[in-house]
């Protein structure tokens, strides 16, 4: 049936009875719904064909479709509607490097099914611990319901981890890297992706593509649980034993099992490739599989970066101690646990002060009482290679190993990266610690100090040491203990330093955003219902704010603009709050681009978000004639428009046009591209009329830079006088009224029909 006959049908279809006619328009009403899924999956097929996807992605959304039997079917397609348009996301990222994928052709797997977000929960009569995490019951969530009956269910972040856990499984595979992760953020309560057995096929799938890989060199599974039993010794160490050009293996917090642990140690004993090995957060319970870890490694011929940090050891001091004698010709080793012991700690302090070829040293976890704090400090002192340390949750209170002493500060001052984070930093700490960087033989580029219970005292102490220095790049403060009192500081080095590149001071919790909010009252006045000032309270900005405005965003004038911060990165909560813009400021400075453009992006906010007295003008008068056509191009931007500044719009920015209206999270309102148009054609009409060096622009010739005199009176030079039909009146002849007809003119005769030729007038 044509669409011919299905519309003629429908127009019969009045005068024909009822059953009839519903017959007719439910044949006209399936006709149609059939060539719109036509239309559909022929617009799918082309927007696959293009990105290079096969058709396992086509079957694979099949089966999700026929899977689904506890919703109904609008709730199933507005979820696949979803699921859709991340897949095209995830395409659109990575249809820029095609190459670098492993070609689906000849690839006869089949995608096992994917649980959405919402279909993981605990389903009836299953059990708790069919669900393996080591984070435990933090992945659950109990309530009470109206009755008072508890129920237990998956907690909402565990369930998305499990649900983007699948679709990273069965996600495309690169040729030479395959990456594996999920990181999860410092407010989050969990820390891996747990396991459930609907996530096997998943696993299966993905183990299936690594035996395509013929160069792979980097191999990373991160914060996974990866199944139980030996799943990692038969499905994924066969496939790398093939690759001969493995360069990195990381298997961090992956939950490896005991019969695992065995076989990767026996792979890695095997292997001649590996530089690089991370097994970190794993637990070696095998005191036989220690020691065959560290026989491994001492005669591994290129391993030269082992991470081993937050893993216990079994054995104790003994296989603590071969594995540090394994490692003395490596370039990096990162090592500790809750578990070491104080023998432990004592070896590592006599490790480092020996003779070895270690550049950058980690020990995580382990506590360092005061006779191991002196051995750390001897072992630094005679150690004159290491350019990288860290010391990472030691129970250390510093000033610790710095001392003021010569010894050690010139034995501290080749370090280019210190990390003392979740330490103990009082204000005489803070005090050597100011001394150290503010000393010429200096040469830190990364400081961390994060959660160090630094308080405001020795903030105040340590950012004013940092105006001398010239090397530090990089300052993490983070969760420590600041507040507002160290605003004037913090502004005061930011003004003075120009060599910070970022700087952290995220979960500073008493460091406030807002001192106090205003409050608006409003009132009928004079008949009419406005604002009450009087009974209305301002707003009064926090700590957070007054260091964005005075040291970052100065809005208060354009030179102020350009006199700011614009090469610090400052990090506090990563949102923009009211006019201060805090999270665009940061992503402005952290651009990669030259100072006059990130002044122009500050420009184009604070004009049309912040202080929109700086049209005035007048402001514009000392500006040089070459910039005005950038003033005027200014005055018409927008962040987030036209593509104007898309690296630091947010994510979630609607590409605004002249008929829609949405909402705008950079100014947290709801914008028309329209309104915002005739407002910047009306600011930049100002602009131009009211500016008085404006006929430069227009003025011929080059080189024109000055004001013509428009005062002065043009004295013109009088004529010689001459008679009627005097001969040497040359200009009698030429003489032609003033608009007189020169030419000659074709025009069309009525009477004849024709065109007629009309000459020009003789004068």
Not at 116 to 126: S, T, V
Not at 448 to 454: A, D, G, K, V, W
Not at 514 to 543: A, C, M, N, Q
Request: glycine letters at 4%.
């Amino acid at each position: 049936m044509n669409d011919a006959t299905q519309q003629s049908e429908v127009e019969e279809a009045p005068r024909r009875s009822g059953r009839e006619r519903k017959q007719v328009i439910s044949v006209y009403t399936e006709a149609k719904r059939a060539a719109i899924a036509a239309e559909r999956e022929k617009a799918v097929n082309n927007h696959h064909s293009k990105s290079g996807r096969s058709t396992r992605s086509r079957k694979r959304k099949q089966e999700e479709e026929s899977d689904d039997d506890d919703f109904d079917g609008d709730e199933e397609e507005a979820n696949f509607a979803s699921s859709d348009d991340e897949d095209r996301q995830s395409d659109a990222a990575s249809s820029d490097d095609e190459d670098d994928f492993i070609d689906d052709e000849g690839d006869n797997r089949v995608i096992p099914s994917i649980r959405r977000k919402r279909e993981w929960y605990l389903r009836e009569g299953e059990q708790r611990n069919s669900y393996q995490s080591v984070d435990g019951g933090k992945i659950f969530h109990t309530y009470q319901i109206w009755n008072g009956r508890q129920i237990t269910n998956l907690a909402w972040n565990a369930r998305g981890a499990l649900s983007t856990g699948q679709r990273a499984l069965v996600s495309r595979q690169r040729k030479r890297s395959i990456t594996l992760e999920r990181v999860f953020g410092r407010s989050s309560k969990l820390s891996q992706v747990p396991y459930h057995p609907h996530m096997l096929p998943c696993y299966e799938y993905f183990a299936q593509g690594i035996q395509r890989h013929t160069s792979l060199e980097t191999f990373k599974i991160i914060n996974y649980h990866l199944p139980p039993s030996s799943w990692l010794e038969n499905s994924i160490l066969p496939s790398l034993e093939k690759s001969s050009n493995l360069r990195a293996l990381e298997l961090s917090n992956c939950s490896l099992s005991a019969d695992d642990l065995s076989s990767l140690v026996d792979y890695i004993a095997n292997n001649t490739t590996l530089s690089k090995l991370n097994i970190s957060h794993t637990n070696i319970e095998s005191e036989d599989t220690a020691k065959a870890l560290a026989k491994a490694l001492k005669k591994h011929p290129a391993i030269c970066h082992v991470n081993l940090a937050y893993c216990s050891l079994a054995g104790g001091s003994a296989v603590v101690d071969k594995i540090l004698a394994a490692c003395k010709s490596c370039d990096s080793l990162k090592i500790g646990h809750e578990d070491f012991d104080k023998e432990s700690v004592a070896l590592v302090a006599i490790f480092i002060g020996k003779k070895n070829s270690l550049t950058s040293f980690s020990l995580t976890g382990a506590a360092i009482d005061n006779d191991n704090k002196k051995l750390l400090t001897d072992a630094l002192v005679k150690n004159k290679i290491i350019e990288s340390l860290s010391l990472q949750s030691n129970k250390l209170q510093l000033p610790g190993i710095i001392r003021n002493t010569k010894k050690i500060t010139k034995s501290l001052s080749r370090l280019t990266r210190l990390d003392l984070s979740h330490n103990s930093l009082p204000l005489t700490g803070a005090k050597l610690m100011a001394s150290f960087v503010e000393s010429a033989e200096c040469k830190l580029i990364t400081l961390i100090m994060s959660n160090n219970h630094l308080t405001t005292k020795g903030v105040n102490v340590l950012l004013p040491a940092l105006k001398k220095n010239t090397t530090l790049q990089e300052l993490d403060l983070s969760r420590n203990w600041l507040t507002d009192q160290c605003v004037p500081v913090v502004v005061d080095m930011l003004r003075n330093n120009s060599t910070l590149l970022t700087f952290d001071l995220t979960g500073n919790k008493s460091l406030k955003t807002v001192e106090k909010r205003g409050i608006r009252r409003w009132r009928y006045v004079e008949g009419r219902f406005g604002l009450d000032e009087s009974r209305s309270t301002p707003h009064v900005d926090g700590g957070r704010a007054k260091i964005v405005k005075s040291a970052l965003f100065d809005t208060t004038s354009l030179d102020s603009i350009a006199a700011s911060n614009h090469t610090c990165a400052l990090s506090m909560t990563g949102h923009n709050h009211n006019d201060s813009f805090e999270e665009s400021i940061r992503k402005i400075n952290a651009l990669d681009a030259s100072e006059g453009i990130k002044i122009r992006y500050k420009l184009v906010l604070a004009l049309n978000h912040v202080n929109t007295d700086l049209y005035n003008p007048r402001s514009f008068d000392s500006i040089p004639l070459e910039l005005i056509p950038c003033l005027l191009e200014i005055l018409q931007q927008r962040i987030g428009y036209n593509r104007f500044g898309k690296d630091i719009a947010p994510k979630t920015m609607p590409n605004l046009d002249a008929s829609r209206r949405a909402w705008n999270p950079l100014t947290q309102e709801t914008e028309n591209a329209s309104s915002k148009d005739v407002e910047s054609l009306s600011r930049l009409h100002e602009v131009i009329t009211s500016w008085q060096s404006l006929p430069l622009l227009f003025a011929r010739g080059p080189g024109v830079t000055t004001v013509p005199e428009t005062n002065k009176k043009s004295t013109a030079k009088p004529r010689k006088r001459r008679k009627f039909g005097d001969e040497s009146d040359d200009e009698d002849e030429a003489w032609i009224p003033k608009g007189a007809r020169k030419r000659g003119q074709w025009k069309w005769n009525p009477q004849t029909r024709k065109w007629e030729y009309i000459p020009p007038p003789v004068y």
